[in-house]
């Protein structure tokens, strides 16, 4: 799906067709919507497949009139049981910001639903800036979910040692290991996003990609804390799981003798 955005008299409006400015969103388009864009925008066709490979790593990137940043993204899979990431591509050309996801996701939506503030299509610079800050905000929300998850079945773990519930420990450590894993790469996009002059950046814009790269180092540490307290957990249940089962063919010794 390709949907157009331009930003006209302060107000985000629905356009038709690419306009000078204008913000280009395509999720999970087709190979055909991929090249119409190339020819429309003159943006580099690879690039803009790039984001559309699940195993693409996060990197920024610039050939001809293109610059390419590519970052993770998290998302939530099975019914809000998985906490996984996915890939968001953030593409400049002369008159035009692309995004372009795999899956869609509540980060970009804020945008094309206008819930952003100080948010327009024209400032390239400030829009990936946005993008990027709530992507670290986002990490840290799904983070303090899974931290409440991890509680909640802790919880019912001390009422009862069931299956069912170490396997969901099982996987919310899974979620933490991909976080740690992407919160990496976005960090090491975001330093070189530092060093270079790949974006033209304002004195308004300094403090904010400041407070990016701030929050997605607040990110890695919350999840390497929560990895530590799960790990811990699961250690503890597994030990009262094998003195239980000691108990047991105690008592069957037992009455077997």
């Not at 940043?69 to 990431?85: N, W």
Request: hydrophobic share 40%.
């Amino acid at each position: 799906m390709v949907t157009f955005f331009n930003t006209i008299d302060d107000k985000l409006v629905e356009i038709d067709s690419p306009e000078k400015g204008c913000w280009i969103s395509m999720v999970h388009p087709d190979e055909e919507e991929v090249q119409r864009i190339a020819q429309q925008t003159g943006a580099d066709f690879d690039m803009l497949k790039a984001p559309l490979d699940p195993e693409e790593r996060a990197r920024i990137d610039a050939e001809d009139n293109t610059s390419l940043i590519l970052v993770d993204i998290p998302t939530i899979e099975m019914e809000g049981k998985d906490f996984v990431y996915s890939t968001l591509g953030i593409l400049t050309t002369e008159n035009h910001l692309i995004t372009v996801c795999l899956k869609d996701s509540h980060i970009m939506r804020d945008f094309a639903q206008n819930h952003v503030k100080g948010f327009f299509t024209y400032k390239k610079t400030r829009f990936i800036l946005q993008i990027l800050y709530r992507n670290a905000s986002r990490y840290l929300q799904y983070l303090r979910q899974i931290d409440k998850k991890t509680n909640a079945i802790e919880t019912e773990l001390q009422r009862t040692l069931r299956n069912q519930e170490l396997m969901q420990l099982m996987r919310l450590g899974k979620s933490l290991v991909f976080f740690a894993t992407s919160l990496k790469s976005n960090e090491i996009v975001l330093e070189k996003l530092l060093r270079s002059d790949l974006i033209r950046r304002f004195p308004d814009d300094e403090d904010l990609l400041e407070d990016v790269i701030i929050e997605n180092k607040q990110a890695i540490e919350m999840c390497a804390i929560y990895r530590d307290i799960l790990s811990s957990t699961m250690d503890a249940f597994s030990s009262v799981i094998s003195n239980n089962v000691n108990d047991i063919m105690k008592v069957l010794t037992s009455l077997t003798l």
